[in-house]
Antibody, heavy 126, light 110 residues
Framework: EVQVVQSGGEVKKPGESLKISCKGS????????IGWVRQMPGRGLDWMGM????????RYSQSFQGQVTISADKSISTAYLQWSSLKASDTAIYYC???????????????????WGKGTTVTVSS | QSVLTQTPSASGTPGQRVTISCSGS????????VYWYQQLPGTAPKLLIY???QRPSGVPDRFSGSKSGTSASLAISGLRSEDEADYYC???????????FGGGTKLAVL
C-alpha cells in the first residue's frame, strides 16, 4: 500500500526553528516528486512546493520561496519541511503529499497530488 | 484570494444530485487537467477525481467530474450524509509554475 506518514504535532515559540518529516512507503520514493500543502485554521489549501528526492530538484510556490526549506533523504525515504525562524502566522496543518507527473503533447510537465499524509499540526505561540 | 473560484457553500438532501463548480483561466483550467479533493471533517484531503473526470479506485461512481473551457464541475448524485465535507478543485497554473486550489466548497447534507 502506498502511504506517506508524517511526524507528530509540534508546539513552538516565535523565533524557534523546526523541521517536520514525511516518510514514504509502498512505492519508489526516490523517483516520485513529494511536496507540502499548508492549511491554516479554518482556511483552504495552499501548495508550498515539492522535491524530487533522486536529485533533490526542488520547486517552490512563489508565496513560500525563501520562507521555508524543502529537503529529502532518499536513503531513508523521508522528505522534510523546515523553518529557521517561526512566526505565529505559521500556525497551520501541514500535509505531505506524493506528486504525480503529467506530460502534455508538447512535452510540458506538470503535477498533482494523489496520496496524502494525515497532516502535522504546527502551533506557534508565545 | 484563491486562484480558482468556488462557491463557498452548497447543500442538498439525501438522494439528491448536487453540483459544485470551479472557475479559472487559460493559465490553469483552460489548458490543464482539473483535480478534485474531498476533505471530510478533521481529516486530510483525499483525491476524488483526477484528469477532469477519472475516479481513483474505491471512489463511488456517484461522484463525477467534467470540464468545459476554463470551468469545471463536480457532481454528486444520490447524496448521502457521509458526503458532508469540503471539496476543493485544483489545477496546474503555468503563469505561477505551481499547483493552485479553489477556496473550497463546504457541502451540507440536510
Amino acid at each position: 500500500e502506498v502511504q506517506v506518514v508524517q511526524s507528530g504535532g509540534e508546539v513552538k515559540k516565535p523565533g524557534e526553528s523546526l523541521k517536520i518529516s514525511c516518510k514514504g512507503s509502498g512505492y519508489n520514493f526516490a523517483t516520485h516528486w513529494i511536496g507540502w500543502v499548508r492549511q491554516m485554521p479554518g482556511r483552504g489549501l495552499d501548495w508550498m512546493g515539492m522535491i524530487y528526492p533522486d536529485d533533490s530538484d526542488t520547486r517552490y510556490s512563489q508565496s513560500f520561496q525563501g520562507q521555508v526549506t524543502i529537503s529529502a533523504d532518499k536513503s531513508i525515504s523521508t522528505a522534510y519541511l523546515q523553518w529557521s525562524s517561526l512566526k505565529a502566522s505559521d500556525t497551520a496543518i501541514y500535509y505531505c503529499a506524493r506528486h504525480r507527473i503529467v506530460a502534455t503533447i508538447d512535452n510540458y510537465f506538470y503535477y498533482y497530488m494523489d496520496v496524502w499524509g494525515k497532516g502535522t499540526t504546527v502551533t506557534v505561540s508565545s | 484570494q484563491s486562484v480558482l473560484t468556488q462557491t463557498p457553500s452548497a447543500s442538498g438532501t439525501p438522494g439528491q444530485r448536487v453540483t459544485i463548480s470551479c472557475s479559472g483561466s487559460s493559465s490553469n483550467i483552460g489548458n490543464y487537467y482539473v483535480y478534485w479533493y474531498q476533505q471530510l471533517p478533521g481529516t486530510a484531503p483525499k483525491l476524488l477525481i483526477y484528469s477532469n473526470s477519472q475516479r481513483p479506485s474505491g471512489v463511488p461512481d456517484r461522484f463525477s467530474g467534467s470540464k468545459s473551457g476554463t470551468s469545471a464541475s463536480l457532481a454528486i448524485s444520490g447524496l448521502r450524509s457521509e458526503d458532508e465535507a469540503d471539496y476543493y478543485c485544483s489545477a496546474w497554473d503555468d503563469s505561477l509554475s505551481g499547483v493552485v486550489f479553489g477556496g473550497g466548497t463546504k457541502l451540507a447534507v440536510l
